[in-house]
């Protein structure tokens, strides 16, 4: 079946400008999960969903970062105001139901440039 | 807190020989494991994980892993290299009574033939 996708796979964009990044996970998995890597470095826990809820939103680095989901299922991050920082691939995950359990999915990413 | 440590940013071998990937663990549960594999241009891929069950995992690729909770450790093992196991390696715990992971930074290993 389909695995986890994102769009787009690249963006640039320039510093100030809002972007919305999509997530599409796999069917039937109520958990789903973004992530931040900066070139070089681990992942970054932005937040994570359960249903349409989002019970930890601790990663989010700034109020310039929101995400929603609906139905259960596409999930979209939007960070508002781009800074040069937010330069990065972010990645969505998604899994049946707790990632404690269940391997988590993960999207290829999308490439963030910010000019 | 939750966290992990991986002792190494870039381990190098040769094919043919052992592979060992170091990761340290702190947890005041006790924890879920898991060691997450990318390589290059690919998606994230779980190789195994450890939920309180046997300690020594078996994962894909012929990797395995050693939960020792005296040594709070959770190494990454593999008895005989392939050039294909080049790659970057995560290790990762999950925080109690939420569905958070938590990642190391990375173990970039290089297979030389």
């Known amino acids: 079946g389909a695995g986890v996708s994102q769009s787009p796979s690249n963006k640039v964009t320039e510093k100030g400008k809002d972007v919305e990044l999509r997530c599409d996970p796999i069917?039937?998995?109520?958990?789903l999960y973004w992530y931040r890597q900066r070139l070089g470095q681990g992942l970054e826990f932005l937040i994570y969903?359960?249903?349409?809820?989002?019970?930890?939103k601790s990663g989010l680095p700034s109020d310039r970062f929101s995400a929603e989901r609906t139905g259960e299922s596409v999930s979209t991050l939007t960070i508002q105001r781009t800074q040069q920082e937010d330069s990065a691939v972010y990645l969505c995950?998604?899994?049946?139901?707790?990632?404690?359990?269940?391997?988590?999915?993960f999207g290829p990413g999308t490439r963030l440039t910010v000019l | 807190a939750q966290s992990v440590t991986q002792l190494d940013s870039h381990v190098s071998v040769s094919e043919g020989t052992p592979v060992l990937l170091r990761c340290n663990y702190s947890?005041?549960?006790?924890?879920?494991l898991f060691w997450y594999v990318q390589h290059p241009n690919k998606g994230l891929q779980l190789l195994l994980k450890?939920?309180?069950?046997?300690?020594l995992v078996k994962g894909i690729n012929g990797f395995e892993a050693e939960f020792k909770k005296s040594e709070t450790s959770f190494h990454l093992t593999k008895p005989s290299a392939h050039m294909s196991d080049a790659a970057e390696y995560f290790c990762?715990?999950?925080?109690?009574?939420?569905?958070?992971?938590?990642f190391g930074t990375g173990t970039r290993l290089q297979v030389f033939p």
């Open positions: 990762v715990v999950n925080t109690p009574n939420t569905d958070k992971l938590i």
């Open positions: 947890s005041s549960y006790s924890p879920s």
């Open positions: 969903f359960q249903g349409n809820s989002a019970p930890d």
């Open positions: 450890y939920t309180s069950a046997a300690t």
């Open positions: 995950a998604s899994s049946l139901a707790s990632a404690t359990y269940n391997e988590q999915f």
């Open positions: 069917s039937g998995h109520t958990a």
